[in-house]
């Protein structure tokens, strides 16, 4: 049977703080709350299509240690397929404090050790990326660009999360289908706010599908020559914005895969973005399919489960063995 989704990503572990602001140095702040989640723009992108009904896989390499085995965990509870993912003997999984500022509602990251290599063409499985409908894609690593090589080759839809704006990046574009990036890669490309011309820009480049997201003035782009502004949602209780571009990835996947227009994408994807704002890190609050389209329909949330989520994934420290998984 295909995969809906594959990605490709060296998975990271989160530990997220909320502290009322972000004390200076040899001052205190009060924990608000914390959590402990898998983490990765891709991840969390492919765990929010989980949630709303698609097939995904995971590609990319942790450590052979207990928050390797936590991340790959939490992909399995979200049914997400991770037999391609390499435990690296002896090295460890990438780790990240993330950081997050009630008064400004701003965050802050501290990435920590990573495996000390990327995964390789060698272990990357062609026959296995044929069996997806979407390939998403990140920093255009050599392995990403191959598997974007063969994806194309295959009439698969390559999609990219442009997180920071970075040369690979930029001199592959002409590889990615449906090209989304955030307010940050836009700065770091364009200097002026006409968004028409510079999605028309990135398109000419290759990609079809332009969207850039713009925090809270929601999100832009074009579709052949379709242009389409979305705002966000603002009638909900923000707690913490970590995730929601990778939230909005993998919901506006999920979309195209349901043959919605790119503005009823793009305005789901935005639902389902804000709910998961409501709650600390990037996974805990992303809701499903039903619970989006309540959203959607009424404006209220329903939080049972996501509560019941949060609360796991605060507890999920304790969740892991105390020994190395082999």
Known sequence: MGIDIIGIENPTLDFNILVDKIPDTNSFAALRDYSWQGGGNIGT???????LGALCGIVGIVGDDNYGQFCIDD????????FHIVKDIGNKTAFCVCLAEINTMGRSFIGGSA????LSNLELDKGYIST????????????EIQAAIWAKEMGITVVDDAGHF??????HTDLIDVFVGSEHYYNGLFHDNDY??????????????????????GCIGIDGDQYFAVPAFCNVPIVDTTGAG?????????????GWDIKKAALFSNAVAAIKCTRLGGRAAIP??????????????????????????RKGILNMQLVPHN
């Open 75 to 82: 992909f399995n509870r979200h049914n997400i397929d991770t």
């Open 115 to 118: 495996p000390k290599r990327q």
């Open 196 to 217: 028409e011309k510079n999605c028309k820009a990135v398109q000419k480049r290759g990609p079809k599908i332009v969207v850039f997201t713009l925090g809270a003035k």
């Open 166 to 171: 970075n040369t690979d990046t930029y001199a």
């Open 288 to 313: 499903d399919y039903a619970t989006a389209q309540k959203f959607l329909k009424t404006g209220n949330i329903d939080y049972t489960e996501i509560n019941r989520r949060a609360e796991y994934y």
């Open 45 to 51: 992108a492919l765990v929010a299509a989980a949630r």
């Open 132 to 143: 997806a409908k979407y390939l998403h894609l990140g920093q255009m690593t050599k392995t």
């Open 246 to 258: 990778d939230v909005f990835h993998g919901a506006f996947i999920f979309g195209l895969l349901q």
